[in-house]
Antibody, heavy 119, light 110 residues
């Protein structure tokens, strides 16, 4: 069974940092591109970042560029999102998702982890 | 960058058919695949349509997708509506550098 389990969310003050993790199992993690997608409370889905299968290529939404860093450890089947200089508008549930490069769709989603940026 | 525009909400009765639209602001709707995701309250999204009109295994054939180049839009059609179909639905597409989601449509089955 495919599983994506996010962790690392919580309450952080503006300007602070958090590192999210996404543990993958049930599929060949190293073969898939991975993405982070977030959803602010009561709002829609917003793409945040993506990384290719071997970690050599990354991309970010303009809203997080220069503040967030996506990475992966294929030996540990784990995806990461390092979030620095956090702002109130970064408050959201963060989902990791596996991605089919050829079709352009999200195959599986995690359950999400809530990040709250507030003083 | 382009945008995908969906109606904020739609409602229909059980057993009926509903169609949700997703209009691309620039560039051809046919240039990149369109996907549709269902998100029930308190749950993660799940795929109901990928590659414009393909259903993942386990998704009932009551769900269908299509694209219309003349209106530069994609559509999700759900027939034989059930109360369990009540959820938010998001379209999604991409270009060379970005993933784009529509704003979501709340489907009420009443």
């Amino acid at each position: 069974e495919v599983q994506l389990v996010e962790s690392g969310g919580g309450l952080v003050q503006p300007g602070g940092s958090l590192r999210l993790s996404c543990a993958a199992s049930g599929f060949t993690f190293s073969s898939y591109w991975m993405h982070w997608v977030r959803q602010a409370p009561g709002k829609g889905l917003v793409w945040v970042s993506r990384i290719n299968s071997d970690g050599s290529s990354t991309s970010y939404a303009d809203s997080v560029k220069g503040r967030f860093t996506i990475s992966r450890d294929n030996a540990k089947n784990t995806l990461y999102l390092q979030m620095n200089s956090l702002r109130a508008e970064d408050t959201a549930v963060y989902y990791c998702a596996s991605y089919d490069f050829w079709s352009g769709y999200y195959i599986s989603w995690g359950q999400g982890t809530l990040v709250t940026v507030s003083s | 960058n382009f945008m995908l525009t969906q109606p904020h909400s739609v409602s229909e009765s059980p057993g009926k058919t509903v169609t949700i639209s997703c209009t691309r602001s620039s560039g051809s709707i046919a240039s990149n695949y369109v996907q549709w995701y269902q998100q029930r309250p308190g749950s993660s999204p799940t795929t109901v349509i990928y590659e414009d009109n393909q259903r993942p295994s386990g998704v009932p054939d009551r769900f269908s997708g299509s694209i219309d180049s003349s209106s530069n839009s994609a559509s999700l059609t759900i027939s034989g509506l059930k109360t369990e179909d009540e959820a938010d639905y998001y379209c999604q597409s991409y270009d060379s550098s970005n993933q784009v989601f529509g704003g979501g449509t709340k489907l009420t089955v009443l």
